[in-house]
């Protein structure tokens, strides 16, 4: 097991700036309630840090280079007033892996969502990854990126690009593989998430952000009553292991419906619909009808108790959303608040889950030679 050792002495603290951004700068100021002190450490030898992004319509950005977790993000509610809209935690030791198993608010690789038993093929070579959720490889493995350390690099107040090298056999992946995951708070309180990889092999990738949205800045209280839209007519059912059977069925006449928009809560506990038992409520990957088309709305969430919205645009065929099923009250997080079941929910941009074993979906293979482009745009709102 690799160590995961904290030194937070103030020497280090100079440190970490220095050698994550490639030059010296101050420490974010306090923002959320967060003190940046306690994000500066030392994980697996590599010195990490809390990094502010300001947009220019008042928009606050928190974000570590370990697992390129967004950590804290104020966006203003209907009244103008700052309300921090992610769950997270308050320092890098509630965000180590011995502490807490969550993927809160991180930059996914190499695979987001599941892989078929960890099994896949290419170019005619089988390959077996480790396997960590119900017999199957989730979200990269049990030591995916949202437990490695991000090289940081911040050019200016509002742009963060985090850079990883992931070497071949990374959690049985093939190849050499750079990836770069560029922060930009852009006018008009937009969060810019845009992702690209190349690699010496073939290999697969599908990047995406995990961050659990609770619109309504108070996560004490459920996402139930939040207003959903998801531009897609189809959706990739799951079996009782959260594993993509393979088919794309209509969304229409059923509790996956939401091309018009409703509370999340209508339906969630409906289980006598088979795919909301298996899921434990939503946990499902939407085919989106904007088919790649990032000028068009792939989903919005809205908090009736804030007045704040939140439009996702994305070139990924899919998204996968998330009502925080499995959260149940034993992960407390920032200022000491329990997150509690479907206290978060997650918009995840993305290839469909366990592509890699299903040739007729759009693919995730990424050979020598080419370079892996996603993008996304969480675009937030007041009224």
């Known amino acids: 097991m690799k160590n995961h050792s904290l030194m937070a002495l103030a020497a280090l603290a100079t440190m970490a700036m220095a050698s994550c951004s490639g030059k010296q700068s101050e420490a974010p100021a306090l923002m959320a309630g967060i003190n940046p002190e306690n994000f500066v450490a030392e994980v697996d030898g590599n010195p990490t840090a809390l990094y502010s992004l300001k947009g220019s319509d008042g928009m606050e950005v928190a974000i570590t280079n370990y697992g390129g977790r967004i950590v804290a993000l104020q966006v203003p509610d209907r009244e103008g007033n700052l309300r921090d809209v992610v769950l997270g935690f308050d320092s890098i030791q509630s965000y180590l892996p011995e502490n807490n198993q969550t993927d809160f608010g991180a930059a996914i690789g190499r695979y987001a969502n599941r892989i078929d038993h960890g099994r896949l093929v290419i170019d005619g070579d089988s390959i077996q990854l480790p396997v960590n959720n119900f017999g199957h490889t989730l979200h990269g493995g049990p030591d995916g990126w949202q ?111 939401f091309t018009q928009p409703r509370r999340v809560g209508d339906d969630i506990d409906k289980f006598d619909f088979v795919q909301l038992k298996n899921g434990n409520g939503y946990d499902h990957n939407w085919v989106l009808d904007s088919k790649g088309d990032i000028e068009k709305i792939a989903a919005t969430l809205f908090s009736p108790e804030s007045g704040i919205g939140l439009s996702v645009y994305t070139d990924e065929p899919g998204i996968q959303v998330y009502s925080g099923n499995f959260l149940d009250g034993t992960v407390t997080g920032k200022g000491g608040t329990v997150y509690n079941q479907r206290t978060g929910i997650c918009l995840e941009t993305q290839h469909y889950p366990d592509s890699p074993n299903k040739p007729e979906w759009p693919s995730v293979i990424l050979r020598p030679g080419e370079t892996y482009n996603s993008h996304t745009v969480f675009s937030f709102y007041a009224q």
């Open 147 to 257: 437990y490695k350390v991000y090289t940081a690099t911040q050019p200016n107040d509002s742009t963060l690009v985090l850079t990883l090298d992931s070497p071949d056999g990374d959690n049985g992946f093939p190849g050499n593989l750079k990836a770069t995951v560029t922060y930009t708070a852009l006018p008009g309180n937009k969060l810019d998430i845009a992702y690209s990889a190349t690699t010496d092999k073939a290999t697969v990738i599908n990047m995406t952000n995990h961050s659990y949205f609770n619109l309504s800045g108070d996560a004490t209280k459920p996402i139930t009553d939040n207003i959903l839209y998801v531009y897609a007519s189809g959706y990739t059912p799951v079996d009782s292991t959260y594993m993509t059977t393979g088919e794309i069925l209509p969304v229409t006449g059923t509790p996956m419906d």
